[in-house]
């Protein structure tokens, strides 16, 4: 029958079936927790599910992910052991471009002085200097990070990326490892963190880290951009590095605990632009074409693309 | 003996007499109003020179402006009859379509409302349609234009040009005269204006423009974003235009009057970001080697590139 099941909290269940059915009108496909016999149900399409979603479907072929991350999917006790498939999106993926690029060029051209200057009513012309005399480095080489440095580059930036493992990447510089990191770290002005939230990553965005970065660079100071996921950062070492001047600025999309609390002192910290996890929405209509392509190809025998490594936890 | 003269304003001319000499030891470099003998002064190079500096020079043989723009220049009254040279410089180039590329995102992301929602400590995840479904119309497609355009083209956006006279474009829809003018309007969501200052263009932001922007876009309504020259927006039209919806947004860089006046509403107008004419300050040192790169293959006999049509004001 390969039925299909929508696990989603926060999202809506019968939009999600209303879509799926609208590429595949003959699929049965059952919102959480309306899972009929259980047996029937061959895939589970999951975002944020309640406990125990996932529980007991014996005939299960695979685990998609509606985000981009697979973090929280990780976490769940006994995420049933079939492919887990996360999305890798030509849309999602430009969304996140959008971000980053958008968020570089903020810092770049000082613009939370600018719209300070405008407030104020100041007509002060500032030196600026080229981007080709900026240099970025991006924590996080996958789809979102190769994308966004081929953007930065085209920009006219200097571009680094780095990754836990080594990658050739053509046109830009990169670096891997732990002592990779440390010579990134040590060559960049404007950091952009687009990593997996894994054991491995988690809180590596801290005191030890930000020191690191370059203190001679043309803006003034470093910038910290992080639109992968808020456990990546220390917010306590974040403040401190804002507030002792190891940070020049920072732009956060992501933070520890989201909805970000009214009490976060993120929120009116002058040196700081708050976004609230919108980095990168993915366009439902085509995650929903990438979700049944999947379960398509799979059905003719293609098998599954971007299926998840469980050690690495990406 | 060929000796270059420096007239400018609001810059340091000690600093570039310097500069020039840097670059070209034995050469006779003098700073207005210390002209010495007129007749061997065979370049004179002017940024806002004072009314007369550029009078008696008989054996004139070009004048190079300092800026992209050559409005100002073309202003003077008994500007010597030469050839004119505007500044193309990859480097300016690059810092506009820096300034392009970060207005047209800060709209299409929608950053206006973002800060306000993070000043209210508002964690307010909103729609946000793709760059995709965005449309931009670029008014100018001189080397400015042509760069902003394909930056944009890359970043996702549907991009489109207009100039006066019929112009190809790899990759960009073009459009050309008063009728294409109508058409491109009609498909732009996000008016990108980057056009020379020339009696024609003068005042061409005014309200029947404004009117002519598509109204069905996906950001809920037309943005303009002004970084060509002040003189060519109606400011009052463009006013008129924010408070009553015909325009949602718009990044102002350039003003009929710079600095902009401490009572003008733009400063302090909501739906404005104001920048103080800093769209592409170009890097004094690159300019330099532009200016004296061009003196050396015109002393070579290899003649002067970037000349000024006197008539098309550009």
Redesign the interface.
């Given at each position: 029958l390969n039925a299909i099941l929508l696990a989603m909290t926060g999202m809506e269940p019968e939009t999600w079936v209303a879509r799926l059915k609208a590429l595949d009108p003959d699929r049965d496909v059952r919102a959480w927790p309306e899972v009929g016999n259980p047996q029937e149900i061959a895939y589970a399409m999951a975002w944020k599910p309640e406990p125990g979603a996932l529980d007991g479907l014996s005939n299960l072929k695979a685990v998609f992910s509606l985000g981009a991350g697979v973090d929280a999917l990780l976490a769940i006790d006994g995420l049933p052991d079939v492919p887990l498939v996360r999305v890798v999106d030509p849309?999602l993926t430009?969304?996140m471009?959008?971000?980053v690029?958008?968020n570089v060029?903020?810092h770049?051209?000082h613009?939370l002085r600018?719209?300070d200057?405008?407030?104020a009513?100041r007509?002060?012309?500032?030196?600026?200097p080229?981007?080709?005399s900026v240099r970025v480095g991006i924590l996080g080489l996958g789809e979102l990070g190769l994308d966004a440095a081929r953007?930065l580059t085209?920009?006219?930036f200097q571009v680094a990326g780095w990754s836990r493992s080594a990658k050739q990447r053509h046109g830009i510089a990169t670096y891997f490892g732990e002592v990779g990191l440390k010579q990134m770290l040590g060559r960049t002005d404007i950091l952009v963190v687009l990593l997996p939230l894994t054991p491995a990553t988690t809180g590596i965005i801290d005191t030890v880290l930000l020191r690191g970065l370059a203190r001679d660079g043309a803006l003034g100071g470093p910038v910290l951009i992080n639109a992968g996921r808020g456990g990546l950062q220390n917010e306590a070492d974040v403040l401190a590095a804002l507030d002792d001047g190891t940070l020049l600025a920072a732009s956060l999309d992501v933070f520890v605990t989201?909805?970000?609390p009214?009490s976060s002192p993120f929120?009116?910290h002058p040196k700081v632009?708050?976004?609230?996890?919108?980095g990168a929405?993915s366009?439902p209509e085509a995650l929903a074409r990438y979700l049944m392509g999947q379960v398509h190809r799979f059905e003719a025998g293609e098998g599954l693309t971007n299926v998840v490594d469980r050690t690495a936890g990406y």
């Open positions: 849309d430009m969304r471009s959008e971000y690029v958008l060029l903020l770049h051209r613009m600018a719209l200057d405008q407030r009513r007509w002060e012309p500032r030196d600026q080229a981007a080709s953007k085209m920009m006219g989201e909805p970000l009214e929120w009116t632009i708050v976004t609230p996890h919108v929405d366009d």
